[in-house]
Each structure stands twice: as C-alpha cells, then as structure tokens.
C-alpha cells in the first residue's frame, strides 16, 4: 500500500449520490448495518436534482380510479412491451409507499387546497398521477434524501472517484478509486456494493445531462466486474436540447415552450410539424417530434447551427414570463437571448438510458455475487420508451428494495473473499494513466466519441452507419492508448477525464454493437433501413463484451395488467 491510499472497510458500499444511491443507502442504514455513499459530484448536485416535472404513483388523489395496475399497463405499453413485467409491476404497486417515505421525511409535494398530494397528467397516462414539487421534483427528491441520510448518520464522501469493482471468482468485495481533490487512493473493502453510478447520455455531442455526468461509469465498472448490461440501445431522445454554448449543449429547454403555443420552423421558415403530424403539430409525441427535427436538419432544411427553430416570440410577454420564467432565464444567462423577441436554436437532445446493467426483478442483483444496481445505471422497467415520471419513482422503489438486500447479504455472508490480485490490477490501472504522457489530448477523444455517437448512433440509425460508427470508436480506442494525464495543484479532473472516456468508449461500443443487431424500429431505436417493428424482435438484447450480444425472451405480461392495456392519448400531456 503506498503512503497516500486510504482503506476502509464497510458492511455495504453504495456508488453514487443520487437519488437512488441515496435511498439504497438510507434502506441500509435503517437496518443497523453500515453504509458508505460514495460520488464524483457533491451530494447535494448530484444528477436527480435537475429533475423538473414529477413522480409517478397511482395515488389516486385526483382520479380515484387510478390503480396500480392501470400504471403497470401504461409503462409496458409506453416501453413497447420491451420492459420486464415484473420490474413493472414491483415498482407500480410500490409506488405509493415510494411517495409516503418521502412524505414522511418532510418532501414538500405541490397540494390541493385540502391537503391532498396534487397530480397531473404526464405523457402516456390513463390518469393523472405525476406528483411534483413545482418545477423542481428531482431537488426536492434529493434535499429530502440528503437529509434523511443525514438523521441517520450516513457517511458520504462525494469526492471518490471509482475506478474499478474488486472482485474475485464473480465475487465482490469492494471497490478502488481516487480522490478528486487531491489524488489519495482509496480501497474499499466492502461486502455489498451497489452501483447507482447513472446512465450513458453525455457519450452524444448534445445532452441533457450535465459536462461530466452519466460517462457510461456504470456500464464499464458493471462489464469488467463481469455483469452484463441489457439493451444499451434504447436512449431517449428528448426533441429540445440548445445548440449551444458548447459546455451546455444539449441542456432542455422545458417541453412547455411547446406546450405554451410555442412553434417549430426549419430555415425556410416552414412550420414543419404539419407535415410531420398535422392534427398535433408541436404538440405531437416526444419521438415523432425528435424524429421530424431530425430528419429536417439530415436532409439540408436545418438552421446555421444545425438544429431548428423554437419560436415563442408571438405570445404575449407576460405569458412567457408568467409561464416559461426558467426558460427565459436559461437563456438569458446561458445564449443571452431573449426568447420574448428572438427564436432560439434546438435540436435533439440524448436524455435517459433505458437500457443499464441487467438485474434480476426481485433485488436487483446481478451475476456478480453481491453486486446490486439501481436507478438509471440498471434496465428493466423502461422497455423501449420511458413513461414520463417513471425514473424517480423506480428510484425509491429499487433503491428501497436492493438497498434491504444488500444488508441481508451482508448479514448473512460466511466470509468474504478478497483478491490481492485485484487489488493490485486496480493499483496499477490508475498508477499508469497517471504516468502516460502521450500527445493525444483526453479531451479532445471525448468529442470525438460524441461526435461519432451523434452522427452514426443518433436518432436514426442504419447498418453501414452503425459499422462505420464502430471502425470509429476503435480508432478512437487505439488513439486512447496514447493519452497524456496532467494533475495539477487545482485537482485529478485530468485523471477522471481520462476514466470517463474508458467508460464512454464501452458504452459506446455496447450502444452501436446493439443498435446493429435490433434490427426494428421499435420505440426510440428507428432504424432507417428496417423501419417497421420486428414482433420476433421482443427480446431484451444482453451485452457482455466487445462482439457478444445475446437475446433474452421478455416474459408475457400477466393477465391483471394486460386486461387494463388501452391506447391513451399523449394530446396536452407534455413530459420532461
Ligand atoms: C433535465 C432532466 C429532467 C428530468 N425530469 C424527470 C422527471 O420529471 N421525472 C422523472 O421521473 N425523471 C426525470 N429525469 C430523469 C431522472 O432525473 C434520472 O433518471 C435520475 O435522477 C437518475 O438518478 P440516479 O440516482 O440513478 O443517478 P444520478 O442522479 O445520475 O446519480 C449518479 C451518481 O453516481 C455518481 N457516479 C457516477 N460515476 C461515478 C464514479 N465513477 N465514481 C463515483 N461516483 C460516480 C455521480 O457522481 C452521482 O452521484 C430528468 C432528467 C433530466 C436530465
């Protein structure tokens, strides 16, 4: 052990400070057994936070005839019968003790004058049952976690850097990574761990997800401990992302501005939304709307800057700033534009992984022993579409449950089983990124990664695409080989940098390696060259490495929920 490498030892190690990080780690600690949170980002900024729009339970506050199962059926047929029914039907019927934990732990949830918890419409809902807390769920979410982890003293430290799951014989046994700030080393000897490490978004030049987050951590930490991840291909896009400036790229702009009466125009000014959806216009689904911008900017009708127009500049300045008020903030501080005068450039925009490492529905256990996932970085309830508010309810759920799982393997575990070998491996990856000094410049082969993603694995995909997709991530993979790492007194960004574009390669790779083998359209994957759906093709695709996809049969839905299946319109019901 060099002088500057911590140790510790905890019962169960929880990767990630989001929310589902945070409520796996509070489901443990209100068990008496120990916990340790850890995060690249400061705890109370963690991901979850930019959350906007609300979390899913049928509650029935405003629609009495909501019921679980009528959630159940809409998330499986949002997700284009791709999600597994038993994750669906876990996180449905669990949903409202999700809700009555964060009620009990003081979340200040938008109310009706009588007390009642409030809730609207939101995408593909038979009934209203998105709970919000204004225009900022996912904050409060994680305000009330954070302080809810706090009363139970749970230890977090929000500046480790995972570099690697230690394991031995499909075993783990903790973890490996580095200090942010100033380059200490820490092993992790844990018996649990459970990865809430996030998706795999910012591997697309635009995102909604902030510079460095949702790197594809989870998926390279996951393959290399030998899980597996389930459908990497299935990414939503979301149809508003800015152009600009270059470090905010792909940042939303809220659906409301559409909602609102806000109008979509190619360069020749047409409003192109007739042609693409004529009864809707903007206010079409999120896919088609992605899809039509797509294809406008592919085929030349695009703006200078490659997107299209979002035009609010004819409602009435009051309304815009009664309300749209974080839209005209957005970009007032970000373009210094004013959106009650000028129109403002968007595009598509990577937003969630439906996909992630493949778990098991009853704990969310993997194929390593003693590894669990959760929340964005796992896959299952989503299928190949996301019901909107579904993310942070499947949070509380999942994190509830593998959190109570990973203190029970603790528990009862015999003896743990440790790898000098691995420890050593884990030592030596970081101590030689730190001594390369190559000419390639990290940053430089992100963008490369991001542009490749965009171009050959965007919103619309086909063979000779996706082949030349990957011969480019392999020369960005060889290029990789020979980057230079530079600390420096202000921190090991440079060191982070160089593991997030480890990460973003494999993820990239399992996302184009998918991507060629689903060969449908289904949901958010439109592949031009076989555009219709492929009912042979109701499989979950398992990655496990460079080269091997394997199809799994997704299991029938059951017959409580398949009798409440319906078609449900999305007109009005716009979602984050
Ligand atoms: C703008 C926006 C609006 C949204 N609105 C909604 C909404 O209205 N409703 C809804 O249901 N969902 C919404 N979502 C989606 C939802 O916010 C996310 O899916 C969810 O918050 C993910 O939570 P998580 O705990 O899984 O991961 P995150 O919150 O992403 O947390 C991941 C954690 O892992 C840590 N981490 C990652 N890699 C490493 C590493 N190598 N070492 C150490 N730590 C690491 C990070 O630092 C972080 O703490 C929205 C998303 C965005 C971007």
Redesign the pocket.
């Known amino acids: 052990m060099s002088p500057s490498e911590r140790q510790f030892t905890t019962s169960v190690l929880v990767?990630?400070?989001?929310?589902?990080?945070l409520r796996a780690a509070i489901a443990v600690a209100e068990r008496g057994i120990d916990v340790l949170v850890?995060?690249?980002?400061a705890e109370a900024d963690?991901?979850?936070s930019?959350?906007?729009?609300?979390?899913n339970a049928a509650l029935g506050t405003m629609d009495p005839q909501d019921s679980w199962q009528q959630h159940a059926a809409d998330t499986l047929k949002e997700g284009y019968f791709l999600a597994d029914p038993n994750t669906v039907r876990t996180v449905a019927e669990g949903a409202a003790r999700g809700i009555a934990d964060l009620e009990r732990w003081g979340m200040r949830f938008a109310r009706e004058p009588d007390g009642r918890i409030s809730q609207r419409y939101f995408g593909a809902h038979t009934f209203r049952r998105t709970a919000y807390a204004g225009d900022y769920?996912?904050l409060e979410i994680q305000r009330t976690l954070v302080r809810r982890g706090r009363e139970l003293d749970v230890p977090v430290l929000d500046t480790?850097?995972?570099t690697r799951l230690l394991t031995r014989e499909d075993v783990v046994f903790g973890a490996y990574?580095f200090d942010l700030v100033d380059g200490t080393r820490y092993v992790v000897h844990a018996d649990a761990v459970i990865l809430?490490?996030?998706g795999h978004t910012r591997i697309w030049r635009r995102s909604?997800?902030r510079r460095d987050?949702?790197s594809g951590?989870?998926f390279r930490?996951a393959v290399t401990a030998g899980a597996r991840i389930r459908d990497p291909e299935l990414v939503q896009f979301h149809p508003s992302g800015l152009l600009g400036p270059e470090d905010a790229a792909g940042t939303?702009v809220s659906e409301a501005a559409r909602g609102e009466g806000g109008v979509l125009r190619n360069a020749a000014g047409e409003r192109f939304m007739e042609r693409y959806d004529p009864v809707r216009l903007e206010l079409s689904t999120r896919d088609r709307v992605a899809l039509a911008e797509y294809t406008e900017i592919k085929e030349g009708r695009g703006t200078p800057g490659g997107g299209v127009w979002l035009d609010v500049s004819h409602l009435p300045r009051e309304t815009i700033m009664q309300r749209l008020p974080r839209v005209y903030r957005t970009l007032i501080e970000l373009q210094m534009l004013d959106i009650t005068t000028t129109p403002v450039e968007i595009a598509p925009t990577a937003?969630?992984s439906m996909g992630g490492v493949r778990v098991r529905s009853e704990d969310h256990s993997t194929d390593v022993a003693g590894l669990f996932a959760?929340?964005?970085?796992a896959s299952g309830l989503h299928g190949a579409n996301r019901l909107?508010?579904?993310?942070?309810?499947e949070?509380l759920v999942y994190g509830r449950i593998a959190g109570t799982a990973a203190a029970d393997h603790s528990v009862h575990l015999p003896a743990q089983p440790r790898s000098s070998t691995a420890l050593v491996e884990a030592r030596d990856e970081v101590t030689r990124l730190l001594s390369t000094n190559g000419p390639e410049n990290v940053r430089s082969l992100q963008r490369a990664v991001r542009d490749t993603m965009t171009e050959h694995v965007g919103v619309v995909r086909d063979e000779d695409g996706l082949r030349a997709g990957l011969a480019r991530l392999d020369d960005i993979e060889s290029a990789a080989k020979s980057i230079g790492v530079h600390t420096d007194l202000a921190g090991f960004q440079d060191l982070a940098h160089a593991?997030d574009l480890r990460s973003s390669l494999v993820a990239a790779q399992a996302t184009a390696e998918a991507a060629l083998e689903r060969r449908e359209t289904r949901g958010c994957h439109n592949r031009s060259d076989f555009p219709d759906l492929d009912e042979s093709l109701r499989v979950n695709l398992i990655w496990s490495g460079p080269g091997r996809v394997d199809r799994e049969p997704v299991a029938e839905t059951p017959i409580e929920i398949a009798a409440f299946v319906r078609e449900v319109s999305t007109h009005g019901k716009l979602v984050?």
């Open positions: 990767i990630g400070c989001g929310g589902s990080g850890v995060g690249k980002r963690a991901h979850t930019l959350a906007a729009g609300g979390i769920t996912g480790m850097y995972v990574g809430a490490a996030g909604s997800s987050e949702n951590d989870a930490l939303l937003h969630y959760v929340g964005e970085a909107g508010g579904n993310s942070l309810i949070l593991f984050e």
